[in-house]
């Protein structure tokens, strides 16, 4: 049944040649004994291994029932050794980490037998072989007689034709020696057992046939067999092993080295914990940059006002002395650098088609004042939202004071223009009481983080309050307010002045007055946002709209249009102190300032560019100047922290190569002290790919498992950072690990791990059984 033809195998050492085989050709019966009987060294297992195909042979040809083998494929070789051929060895060969049946079970795993039958042919096997009480031990636990059998349970489980042996007792005392020979020989009644011994003693005692082998050539056969040409009657099952099983086999050979693997695992893993901390940290300061810069524009909006300084760099002149007799007016410096900026309804135009997306927030301001009153207690005063201590309640003066200060009545104002100011006030502000202005006509209540509020802003409304007095929040929310209108706050006197009508009682009654109301109070957030509007009444630019657009055709707006003088006073004003005189009575939609808030500094730039994009072409004095004091302030941050995430990501870029390196090489040395098994494996039919299979499963195993394990203590040591970083700067949970940033971070462990593993997991496979057996 098999019949071996002119087999050579040298092996060449330096200049010296060893003819391991020389020229073999032999035939075996399909039930026999065979021993192989010969001195060490002279070549008796490299003829095994080359049966058994564990080893290459150089020339010759394997004929297997009739088949020659000449042009068997990778492949055939594989499945030729996984059904055909059973060997058990002298060292026993049992993979340590795994149980006994599933060392039994291993050749049926391979060819993918299954579980059930694998199961029943492997218990039954090891009964065969006398191991039934002891099936659940594990290899450790097994006498060098009992792992010799579980070696010829295994390589019979599969019910081979052939049984290859070498010096199958050469480790045992004398009586488990016999019991072992006792078991072959009781297994050559159903198969060819072909054994290699140099013992004549246990092959004079067991063996059908002895075959004299001496330096690579069969000296004498005791039973010579001619093979009759045969019929090609050969089939092969192919062999192939699951992903399922690599997983296993690797999964149980880490469990038996649980602090290696572990160390592996954390060794590895410090690339990613510090590539996760540097993403965490970098995130977290970039939600805090975004937030700062959010405030900071805030608090330092893009202001277009009337007048505005030119930034031109002031420059000394050198003096000479003069010497002519004459005098040069010169305006000063300052007064050179005053711009008055034409805020006309084309400017207005072009800032409504500023892109929404660069800065939700712009608000215009009017110099215009409001006929405001208020009534505590039955009594009703005029009011008005301002914060300092004006107790004259005179309009006139209020006109006056106006003229000089740029807001006509006072308090702040915020941007409302398209949702009643709720997004910027939410965002810089925690609502204390009431709600958040729900339309242009109500107002809140600004208060600071310890809830006290301008004194001054509470009088103005009316209240009566003393310094250090504490106020119920429903003392406040819902108190009303009336603006009255032009029309019926002014009458005439006849002479083409105007005078504040004096009952205001009844004014304060008139159905057509516009009703506001203190709809909450609100605070400020953070300690950063705290200047941006001051404590005090605010309400929406949109209000003042209103009011200019119920003012603008008033009787007294008209007059005063027309007149050369100040129609509440009788007394002549110049040009300038006319167009403000309208302006406060509401007669000019045009605002006083534009104030702009971008949501970044990136943005803020955008809007910049916009701006002066405007002033193109323009001749000087039709150009608009800006003010832009958060310009001033940042342009350090955003590209600092650029700066150092870029340095950050760049160390633990080293740090994950570093670990990446160290995982090939613990890849590397575990592939080498594996060896063994990958011989094993493949005397029982493993292919080439099924021994990287498990390799490629160990650094499936270890990369995923350093990857969750850098992420959790990545995840970890946010905590102490973020105490660290909050008693240094008082910044809260700066470092935040994104869950998508983890799980990437998983993923690219686990494809690094297994590409630093994958070389030296193929170097394992491309070993020669026979190779791979010898080593130790
Ligand atoms: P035996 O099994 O009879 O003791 P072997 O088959 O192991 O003999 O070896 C036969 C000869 O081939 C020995 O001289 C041995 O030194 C040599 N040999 C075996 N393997 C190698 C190898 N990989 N490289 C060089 N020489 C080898």
């Not at 492949?75 to 049992?94: C, E, K, L, M, T």
């Not at 505590?376 to 003229?403: E, H, L, P, R």
């Amino acid at each position: 049944m098999l019949e071996l033809k002119h087999i050579k195998k040298y092996y060449y050492v330096g200049d010296s040649v060893t003819k391991a085989l020389d020229d073999v050709s032999v035939s075996f019966r399909q039930q026999e004994f065979v021993a192989i009987l010969g001195p060490s060294g002279s070549g008796k297992t490299t003829l095994l291994n080359g049966i058994g195909r564990l080893d290459i042979y150089d020339s010759g040809d394997l004929i297997i029932n009739g088949k020659s083998t000449k042009d068997f494929s990778e492949a055939d070789w594989d499945a030729y050794r996984n059904n055909s051929v059973g060997f058990i060895f002298q060292s026993y060969n049992i993979i340590g980490h795994l149980s006994i049946l599933d060392n039994v079970e291993m050749g049926m795993t391979l060819s993918g037998v299954p579980n059930q039958e694998k199961k029943e042919k492997a218990t039954e096997a090891l009964e065969r072989v006398g191991l039934g009480p002891h099936m659940n031990k594990k290899p450790n636990q097994l006498s060098g007689g009992q792992l010799q059998r579980v070696a010829i349970a295994r390589a019979i489980a599969n019910d081979p034709e052939i049984l290859l042996c070498d010096e199958p007792t050469g480790a045992l005392d004398t009586e488990t020696s016999e019991e072992i020979m006792q078991l072959i020989k009781e297994l050559s009644a159903e198969r060819l057992v072909v054994m290699v011994t140099h013992n004549p003693t246990l092959a004079d005692e067991y063996a059908d046939r002895i075959i004299n082998f001496a330096d690579g050539k069969i000296l004498n056969d005791s039973n010579p067999y001619q093979e009759n040409e045969a019929e090609d009657n050969f089939e092969l099952k192919k062999t192939k092993m699951t992903f399922w099983t690599a997983l296993k086999l690797s999964f149980t050979n880490l469990k038996t080295k649980k602090a290696r693997t572990f160390l592996t695992a954390f060794a590895s893993s410090i690339g990613i914990i510090s590539i996760a901390i540097v993403l965490a940290l970098s995130s977290g300061f970039q939600k805090q940059i975004d937030k700062t810069q959010g405030n900071t524009l805030a608090q330092f909006p893009v202001t277009i006002s009337q007048t505005a300084t030119k930034t031109t760099a002031q420059t000394y002149e050198k003096m000479k002395t003069s010497k002519s007799n004459k005098i040069t007016a010169k305006l000063s410096q300052a007064e050179k650098a005053t711009h008055t900026n034409k805020i006309d309804s084309d400017y207005l135009s072009y800032i409504k088609k500023l892109d929404p997306q660069l800065s939700k927030n712009v608000t215009y301001t009017y110099s215009t004042g409001m006929n405001l009153l208020s009534k505590q207690n039955g009594k009703v005063k005029t009011a008005q939202f301002s914060n300092s201590n004006s107790s004259s309640n005179d309009s006139t003066s209020q006109m006056t004071s106006a003229m000089s200060s740029s807001s006509g009545v006072g308090g702040s104002v915020y941007p409302s223009s398209s949702d009643n100011g709720a997004g910027f006030l939410k965002k810089h502000y925690s609502v204390l009481a009431g709600s958040m202005p729900k339309n242009e006509n109500d107002i809140v209540l600004i208060v600071n983080r310890d809830n006290s509020t301008n004194i001054n802003a509470l009088k103005n409304i009316g209240m009566n309050v003393k310094d250090g007095q504490k106020l119920n929040f429903n003392k406040l929310v819902g108190t009303q307010l009336k603006i009255v209108s032009n029309d019926n706050y002014y009458k005439s006197t006849g002479s083409g002045t105007y005078t504040p009508n004096s009952d205001l009682s009844s004014m304060y009654d008139n159905s057509n007055n516009r009703t506001v109301r203190i709809s909450g109070i609100l605070r400020v957030k953070s300690k950063s946002s705290e200047n941006i509007l001051s404590s005090g009444i605010a309400y929406g630019d949109k209000l003042t709209q209103d009011i200019i657009q119920d003012n603008k055709n008033s009787d007294i707006v008209k007059a005063q249009k027309s007149s050369d003088s100040n129609v509440l006073t009788g007394q002549s004003v110049d040009g300038t102190t006319k167009k403000s005189l309208v302006s406060y009575l509401g007669g000019s939609t045009t605002p006083a300032s534009i104030l702009i808030y971008p949501n970044t500094f990136k943005n803020k730039d955008k809007v910049l560019k916009y701006l002066d994009k405007y002033n193109k072409g323009k001749s000087s004095s039709d150009k608009v100047i800006y003010t832009d004091l958060a310009g001033q302030v940042s342009n350090l941050t955003g590209g600092l922290m650029d700066a150092i995430t870029y340095v950050l990501v760049a160390f633990a870029g080293i740090s994950l190569v570093t670990s990446m390196i160290m995982i090939a090489i613990i890849t590397f040395t575990s592939v080498l002290e594996r060896t063994k098994e990958i011989g094993i494996l493949k005397a029982l039919g493993a292919r080439k790919k099924d021994i990287t299979r498990v390799f490629d499963a160990e650094t499936v195993i270890l990369g995923v498992s350093s990857g969750l394990l850098g992420v959790i203590i990545a995840w970890l040591a946010t905590f102490p950072i973020n105490a660290i970083l909050k008693s240094m700067t008082d910044l809260s949970n700066v470092a935040q690990l994104n869950p998508i940033h983890a799980i990437i971070l998983i993923i690219i462990s686990t494809v690094l791990t297994v590409i630093g593993g994958h070389v030296p997991a193929r170097m394992a496979a491309k070993k020669d059984a026979a190779t791979a057996l010898r080593s130790e």
